[in-house]
């Protein structure tokens, strides 16, 4: 069972380069998200895609940007890196309802130099 | 907005110890609340979940009962492992509308020495 794929596993950018995280689902997900996880602040929402179609800020949206291609796929983009962004970042898709387990891919370790 | 509070680590424990791991949470619906485990180099994985008031949600020995008085989901286990190292994160997801939103806390560091 894939559950989430992301890729790339790990990454360096120089700053102002751009790059797009990848992520795929196989479990029929209608919702997924992106969080950056850094050291002492925990999981920090991106953005986030409800159902196929739509797409929201989260928490700390600026600098990135979303695409949620179809049902299985969302991706995140850096337009123009900055060292800020370093940092892990890990996908996870929901069923519907807020009851739902969320699961989540193995991570990006993104270093912006 | 919504939020998740939940206590600093890193908590370091004897094993066979007994685990608190504070967690307070503010919405505005009725949400339901999770804790997830993230091991070294991993994804985050639901170690338990409660969906209603006074919901207990029970796995490998971890407990944490949904206190809508206290707006709390403490985490609880009454003998830890090495094997339970790892960072606890207190989360919740909304019941409004269509947007399905998944808050975390930032994470305990549990870390248990044999």
Known sequence: NAGVTQTPKFQVLKTGQSMTLQCAQDMNHNSMYWYRQDPGMGLRLIYYSASEGTTDKGEVPNGYNVSRLNKREFSLRLESAAPSQTSVYFCASKGTGSNTEAFFGQGTRLTVV | ?114
């Open chain 2, 1 to 114: 907005g919504d939020s998740v509070t939940q206590m600093e680590g890193p908590v370091t424990l004897s094993e066979e110890a007994f685990l608190t791991i504070n967690c307070t949470y503010t919405a505005t619906g009725y949400p339901s609340l999770f804790w997830y485990v993230q091991y070294p180099g991993e994804g985050l994985q639901l170690l338990l979940k409660a969906t209603k008031a006074d919901d207990k949600g029970s796995n490998k020995g971890f407990e944490a009962t949904y206190r809508k008085e206290t707006t709390s989901f403490h985490l609880e286990k009454g003998s830890v492992q090495v094997s339970d190292s790892a960072v606890y994160f207190c989360a919740l997801s909304d019941r409004g509308g269509a947007t399905n939103k998944l808050i975390f806390g930032t994470g305990t560091l549990l870390a248990v020495q044999p």
